[in-house]
């Protein structure tokens, strides 16, 4: 593996801290990991953190404080950014910014992909997440996946089938059962979460949009939980969200659905947390619905017509990807459809209808990852930039 001596003393002379990563480049021929080659690629990493503030210590006497509701930001920027907005990367619930980084099994993950194609990336951990910290009778109860929620609903979805898809499941890299390598390496990485998805809501939100007042525009990418902040921060900076690429985002509109219980969720259809619609509403009681289809374990509620247009994301680009045989099978259509019924520009790509099968809840830490960042999500960005 060949550098630029040249390049080396540069980022020396700049102060810059080089880091070497890989990434993968397809051979000729089917574009899957099985077949390609490792590469490095020369990038800065630093970190710093946006939000938060002081409060009191209430176990110490006198002038004492704790910081709290912070967001970690890892900054990597390639050696040559090509690309003119960056990516903002926010992973799902129960995770952290790794998600991006490698896969459980080894492989580079995501940020080396789009590093390779000239994108500079900002990689968070929620607050009250990794090392966004919790605090101690600061911040609300938290809770944590056990094994077997993740191999029903993520890794070995075909073993427990709970949903009509779940057999088509095959990309996981490993059997995705507890005591396999690529599993146990997965697992670890949990994090305990915020059990309130308002809580959860309302700090990423105000962090994200911190963020994005620091660094100006920029690419959102969500993913699962995520996805509702991508739609709430852009809602509060338009200006400055010029793309959302949604990856399985938590849904459906306004009530849960595959895993019971069935509760009512998102009054704001995608959203714990107000956004802005047109005509305005004084409360969520304004917004008008109506169930227009209905199977096991599911109901799509939409607005009734005629729906109110989501005020600030209509001239925002969203590319919203649903995998083969994930849970978001089952629903994904509904909330594009809410999405659409209020004026938003989505391109829907079900990966199944591109030719790219097998792949579940997590595919980008899964076999094929590569290809679908590379023929999806790159030729979209492309197109739309």
Known sequence: MKFSFLALLCAAFLGVHPTFSGYIKSKTGPRDNSETIFEGILHSRSYFYVGGSYIPNSNESGDSAIST??????????????????????????????????????????????????????????????????????????????????????????????????????????????????????????????????????????????????????????????????????????????????????????????????????????????????????????????????TPNFTCIQQSAPARKLANLGKIPVLFITSESGYHTVYDECSVDFLRQAGVQVNHVALADVGIFGNGHMMFMEKNSFQIVDEVIRPWLENTF
């Open 69 to 294: 509701r912070q967001l970690y930001v890892e900054h990597l920027v390639p050696a040559k950014v090509t690309q003119k907005y960056p990516i903002v990367m926010i992973h799902g619930n129960g995770m952290t910014g790794t998600n991006f980084l490698n896969t459980p099994d080894g492989r580079p993950g995501w940020a080396d992909y789009f590093m390779s194609k000239g994108y500079e990336l900002y990689i968070v951990d929620q607050p009250s997440r990794g090392r966004s910290t919790w605090q101690q009778g600061v911040d609300g109860p938290q809770s944590t996946f056990d094994t077997l929620t993740i191999e029903q609903r993520f890794t070995a979805t075909r073993r427990f089938n709970l949903w009509p898809q779940a057999h088509l499941h095959t990309q996981w890299p490993g059997n995705g059962s507890r005591g396999d390598p690529t599993f146990d390496n997965f697992y670890v990485s949990m994090m305990p979460f915020l059990m309130s998805n308002v809580e959860a809501s309302v700090r990423m939100h105000n962090a994200g949009v911190e963020l994005l007042d620091k660094i100006g525009p920029a690419i959102i990418l969500t993913h699962s939980q995520s996805g509702q902040y991508g739609w709430s921060i852009a809602d509060a900076r338009s200006l400055l969200v010029k793309a959302i690429v949604t990856i399985e985002p938590m849904g459906p509109p306004f009530i849960n659905a595959v895993f019971p219980p069935l509760l009512a969720a998102r009054p704001y259809g995608l959203t714990e947390i107000p956004v802005a619609f047109t005509p305005p509403i004084q409360s969520v009681s304004d917004i008008s619905t109506v169930a227009v289809a209905s």
